[in-house]
């Protein structure tokens, strides 16, 4: 978990306006642009931030809301992070030979079956690729969407 002094420095980057406060819009840019959120999980966050419910997040209200945080969606943001990493190609998906790239880049030996083998074990709609949900129900056995 980040400390107060990080969620400040976080805070007064995303307040692209210097209002001191966080308005939607600057929450919404900086969460999807660069932690691959979807709109639907910033607004639970905004809401969830905004106790007084005057349309604006203060820094009090922000590190309140990071503190009380479920660890699991930062988890999840890793996770996204993890995934667009993975794919190679920027489809939103990985791909058996993107799989492979990952697991050479990390200097473990994997056959080619024995990566096909893990696709099949995470591909559970059995397209041939493993997309960002898909990747969520094997680490998390839920859906993070």
Do not use: P
Not at 69 to 84: G, I, M, P, Q, W
Not at 98 to 126: N, P, W, Y
């Amino acid at each position: 978990m980040a400390t107060k002094e990080q969620m400040e420095e976080w805070f007064k980057a995303v307040d692209t306006d210097g209002s001191g406060s966080l308005a939607y819009s600057e929450l919404s840019d900086f969460l999807v642009d660069n932690r691959g959120y979807t709109a639907a999980q910033v607004e639970a966050i905004f809401d969830t931030a905004d106790t007084s419910g005057d349309g604006q997040v203060t820094m009090e209200e922000y590190v309140a809301a990071m503190s009380k945080t479920a660890s699991n969606v930062h988890n999840e943001s890793a996770l996204r992070k993890v995934c667009k990493s993975f794919d190679k190609n920027g489809d939103g998906t990985i791909d058996k030979t993107e799989l492979k790239a990952v697991f050479d880049e990390l200097s473990r030996d994997l056959s080619m079956s024995d990566v096909e083998r893990i696709m099949k074990m995470t591909d559970t709609d059995g397209d041939g690729v493993i997309d960002y949900n898909e990747l969520c129900m094997k680490v998390f056995g839920q859906s993070c969407d």
